[in-house]
C-alpha cells in the first residue's frame, strides 16, 4: 500500500499535474492524477482519479474551496465579478462550515465514506517532463532504501534466512515473533518502547515487520491473514479471530468479553473492592 498526500489538481486548462510513487515493499512505480469537478447541493461526485499500477482504496482528509452558489454563479445581486474562495480542511465522515468571504453567507460540506466507481480509460499518464523525472527521481529513492535497509540489517547482525536475534523478542515483549520496520526513520526496531529510546522523534504505526525466524521483510497485513511468515511459514503473530493476545506488541484486542480466556489480562483487576465513599449517593442539599 503507498500513501500518496497532497495530490495536487489538474484542471481543464493549465498544467498536467502528476504524482508518482515507488512501493517501500515491491519498488513499483504507481502514479494518480487528480482531476476535480465542480461539486453543487446534493453532489456525490468530487472529482475524477486517473491511475497508473495502482487502484484507490481510501480517501485522506482533503482540503475542499467553497463558493456560495449566488457567488459562483455571478448573480445579479453580487457586488464582486470574482467571489473570494474559502478553503476548508474536511475528514471522512465529518463536516465543516465557513462562511463566504463576499456576500458572508453560512457554507458548509460534509464528507461521507467514500465509494470508487470504475469508469473508462481517462486521458493516460506519462508523457510528460515532470511526470518522467518524478519517476526517475522514485526509483533512485527506492534502490537507495534498499540498499540502506540492507547495510542497516547486517549491522545489526541480521542474516537474511537465519533468526533474528533473541528470536525478535526485546525486553519489553519477550514472547514477540518479529520486529517492525518504522515509516517515520525507516529503520527497524523490535517494538516501540525500543524505537522511542533510541530516536528523538515520535513513531508512526509500522506496515512492515520482519520474521524472527528468518529475517524475510514482509507486510503486517499480509501475515495478519494467516499468522505466519510468508518466506518460512513459521507462527510469526496470531491470526486475527478476535482473541488476540497482549504479546503482539500493541495490536491486541482490548474487549474483554471477546479475549481469550487464556489472557491474563481477561480477569485482571475483576477482584478489586472499591470504597464506600466513592460509590455512596450524595446526600441531598
Known amino acids: 500500500m503507498v500513501e500518496l498526500k497532497g495530490i495536487p489538481p489538474t484542471l481543464r486548462v493549465g498544467k498536467d499535474n502528476q504524482m508518482w510513487r515507488a512501493c517501500d515493499t515491491c519498488t513499483s512505480i504507481v502514479g494518480v492524477r487528480f482531476r476535480p469537478d465542480w461539486v453543487f447541493a446534493g453532489c456525490t461526485t468530487v472529482g475524477f482519479l486517473d491511475c497508473s499500477g495502482c487502484a484507490p482504496m481510501d480517501l485522506l482528509p482533503s482540503k475542499f474551496t467553497l463558493f456560495c452558489e449566488p ?15 474559502t478553503i476548508v480542511n474536511v475528514g471522512i465522515s465529518t463536516s465543516a462550515n465557513a462562511a463566504c468571504r463576499t456576500c458572508y453567507s453560512r457554507l458548509g460540506i460534509e464528507l461521507q465514506e467514500p465509494h470508487f466507481v470504475q469508469l473508462q480509460s481517462g486521458p493516460s499518464l506519462g508523457g ?3 511526470a518522467t523525472s518524478m519517476i526517475s527521481r522514485e526509483v533512485e529513492r527506492t534502490r537507495k532504501a534498499k540498499v540502506n535497509r540492507r547495510e542497516e540489517l547486517a549491522r545489526l547482525g541480521v542474516v537474511p534466512g537465519q533468526p ?3 528470536h525478535g523478542a526485546c525486553k519489553h515483549f519477550s514472547r ?3 520486529w517492525l520496520r518504522f515509516p517515520c526513520c525507516g529503520k527497524a526496531y523490535p517494538c516501540v518502547t525500543c524505537h522511542d ?3 528523538d522523534h515520535d513513531y ?3 506496515q512492515i515487520m520482519i520474521c524472527g525466524h528468518c529475517a524475510k521483510e514482509q507486510r503486517i497485513s499480509k501475515a495478519e491473514q494467516t499468522g505466519l511468515c510468508i518466506g518460512c511459514g513459521l507462527q510469526v503473530l496470531k491470526k486475527i479471530d478476535g482473541n488476540h493476545a ?3 506488541g500493541g495490536t491486541g484486542v482490548r474487549d474483554r468479553a471477546r479475549m481469550s480466556r487464556k489472557d491474563s489480562k481477561k480477569f485482571q483487576g475483576l477482584g478489586k473492592t472499591v470504597a464506600q465513599k466513592k460509590v455512596a449517593t450524595p446526600k441531598k442539599s
Open 197 to 199: 529510546d533510541k530516536e
Open 128 to 130: 510528460t517532463a515532470n
Open 164 to 166: 533474528l536475534p533473541n
Open 176 to 178: 514477540s515473533k518479529r
Open 246 to 248: 497482549f504479546w503482539q
Open 71 to 85: 457567488c459562483a454563479m455571478n448573480d445579479d445581486t453580487v457586488e464582486e465579478s470574482k467571489p473570494a474562495s
Open 204 to 206: 508512526e504505526y509500522a
